[in-house]
């Protein structure tokens, strides 16, 4: 859902400022404020931070705040290779503590400035909104995201409106063909996906997620398509591998089912 990769969520839990709890068979839980730390540490990546100067700052920051404030609630951004806090009106550096003149966030770190959204019908962004949002967008694909397990229709509502907000982002697209995907309807997953390959033609995650719907409605070779474009579009997408092996058995080619398996335990091998 976020893009990162099994090898760095690792990193992040080693690093200690995200802590998910247990659930069955071992695996972990994360909670909405946890995705939106892990966001923000690959947005600082990707803003030129070095990784291990990334998971040192939220380790350091995690530590300092008071237990009943979410590290989640802090406005930080990349700025010449260093993280910058905000707060209350004042910017510094950390850990060094230099101050620093005001940023402003990019898009993606933006949040709303009317909560009020959340309690406008659903079904009647447009009218209060820009067309082309991608900062309200993103507040939309968080509130699915928040109401995913405990609303579900208003989770989706919230999904068609961030494509509402920003038709070319992909985010939006994904999620809400998850959810009607695991709800049965491939169909509408379908279009969904293919709608997020049109806007975003090089998003390997919705050519992939179109790979599992049509294997799952065993449709083998428009599958065994999406997943080998997948695998153009990020060499190192392991999933693709494994289940674009699978629908080789199911094609009937196992020489080839087994040499696309051997390139996932490749990848797959630490």
């Known amino acids: 859902m976020l893009g ?16 998910p709890g247990r659930g069955a068979g ?13 966001r923000t540490a690959e947005a600082l990546v990707a803003g030129g931070v070095s990784i291990r100067l990334v998971s040192r700052v939220l380790a350091g920051l995690r530590q300092s ?20 806090l905000e707060e209350d009106g004042r910017c ?20 709303s400035s009317k909560p009020a959204v959340i309690a406008v019908a659903m079904g ?14 993103t507040d939309w694909c968080e509130l699915g995201l928040a109401l995913e397990t405990s ?18 982002l992909a985010a939006p697209y994904l999620n809400l063909g998850r959810l009607l995907h695991e709800q049965g309807d491939l169909a509408a997953a379908e279009e969904l996906y293919r709608q997020a390959r049109s806007r975003c033609p090089e998003d390997a995650t919705a050519t992939f997620n ?32 494994y289940n674009l092996a699978a629908v080789y058995e199911q094609l009937g080619d196992r020489a080839v ?14």
């Open 151 to 168: 609303d579900l229709p208003e989770a989706i509502a919230a999904y068609r409106c961030a494509i509402e907000a920003a038709p070319g």
């Open 26 to 38: 071992g695996r972990y839980c994360f909670r909405f404020q946890d995705l939106v730390v892990l």
């Open 124 to 137: 009647e962004p447009a009218a209060s909104e820009a067309a082309t949002d991608p900062a309200t967008a």
């Open 210 to 241: 179109l790979g599992v719907v049509l294997q799952d409605g065993e449709r083998w070779r428009e599958a065994a398509h999406a997943y080998r474009r997948a695998i153009e579009l990020d060499a190192d997408y392991a999933d693709a591998f």
């Open 65 to 84: 705040l008071p237990a009943d404030r979410p590290l989640s609630e802090l406005k930080l951004a990349a700025v010449d290779g260093r993280v910058v």
């Open 92 to 111: 510094w550096e950390s850990p060094s503590g230099q101050g620093r003149l005001r940023f402003e966030p990019t898009a993606g770190q933006r949040r």
């Open 257 to 270: 089912a087994l040499q696309t398996l051997q390139a996932y335990r490749r990848l797959t091998r630490i």
């Open 4 to 19: 990162i990769t099994d090898a760095r969520l690792r990193y992040w839990l080693r690093a200690g400022f995200v802590m």
